[in-house]
């Protein structure tokens, strides 16, 4: 029978209980071992739980700072396209400017007239696609010289104006979602020398 009693062990001498302490297993390790040994272990299980939460907060920048550049990436990714466009909308503005100085309401060319109405409207749809994406253009005549935003071209004498600030502009500045992707040359005042 494959399956016995505790009756039948009894007998047949195979049980080793607590009455017979000849047949007790003897641990290899003392209690002041076991205590040092578990120290130990408590000492490893608080070590790579550290290493864990410091595995985790890393994980947690990495994933921020990949976050951050995939949208970067999304707001800039047309920045070199928007300043080959921005030199377009110049040309542009300076055509429909040339079109305003010669188009004189007393003409009886009216064909210069429509030309230059037709560039208002392209200029302002432009202004309005810029818009759209983020895209918009300084205007920082009367504003203060800012090295991130301007590029001197020139100084003027401060008629009027506070020394330091944007006295004239030659070419616009635009920014891309607060960046700025292409500075404004400006002259700035200054104080006259006498």
């Known amino acids: 029978c494959v ?3 505790a009756a039948q062990q009894r007998s047949t001498g195979d049980e080793c209980g607590p009455e017979d302490p000849r047949d007790e297993p003897k641990h290899p390790l003392s209690d002041c071992a076991l ?3 578990a120290i130990k272990l408590e ?3 608080r070590d790579l739980t550290e290493r864990y939460r410091k595995a985790l907060a890393d994980s947690e ?6 976050q951050k550049f995939v949208e970067d990436a999304k707001l800039f990714g047309i920045q070199s396209f ?3 466009l921005v030199e377009v909308a110049d040309i542009l503005e300076k055509t429909a400017e040339s079109a305003a100085g010669q188009a004189e309401p007393s003409d009886p060319n009216p064909t210069l007239k429509k ?3 037709g ?8 202004q309005s696609v810029f818009a759209k994406h983020g895209l918009q253009k300084m205007n920082p005549v009367g504003g203060r010289y800012d090295p991130y935003e301007h590029e001197i071209i020139c100084h003027v004498p401060a008629e009027g104006m506070q020394p330091g600030t944007v006295a004239l502009v030659t070419q616009d500045g635009y920014k891309l979602h607060g960046r700025t992707i292409r500075h404004a040359l400006v002259g700035v005042a200054v104080e006259a020398q006498e």
């Open 3 to 5: 399956f016995s009693t």
């Open 35 to 37: 205590e040092h040994k």
């Open 43 to 45: 000492e490893q299980v």
């Open 61 to 66: 920048n990495v994933r921020r700072r990949t």
């Open 82 to 84: 928007c300043r080959d």
């Open 115 to 117: 030309i230059y109405e």
């Open 119 to 126: 560039l208002s409207l392209i200029e302002a749809k432009l």
